[in-house]
């Protein structure tokens, strides 16, 4: 696993760092997600299921951290 590269947005505040780097876990998981699907250790919709949940959650933190809103329902 590679380290997080840096943020470098004009827009720089604790919050936006902390979603550029769950930004890149979520490309993270996605690329060994569809790793692991190609070479048939994950079905097509084990591999979307788990993408939609990671998805979820990175929705869900951008609008803890840059959108001020508490957890969705």
Known sequence: MEAHASYRGNDWSPE??????????????VGLIVGL?????LSQDQA??????????????????INGKGPRA
């Open 16 to 29: 936006r760092l902390m979603f550029h780097q769950n930004l890149e876990s979520f490309a993270e998981r």
């Open 48 to 65: 979307y299921a788990q993408i939609r949940a990671i998805w979820k959650e990175l929705k869900d933190s951008k609008g803890n951290l």
């Open 37 to 41: 699907q190609g070479n048939g250790k």
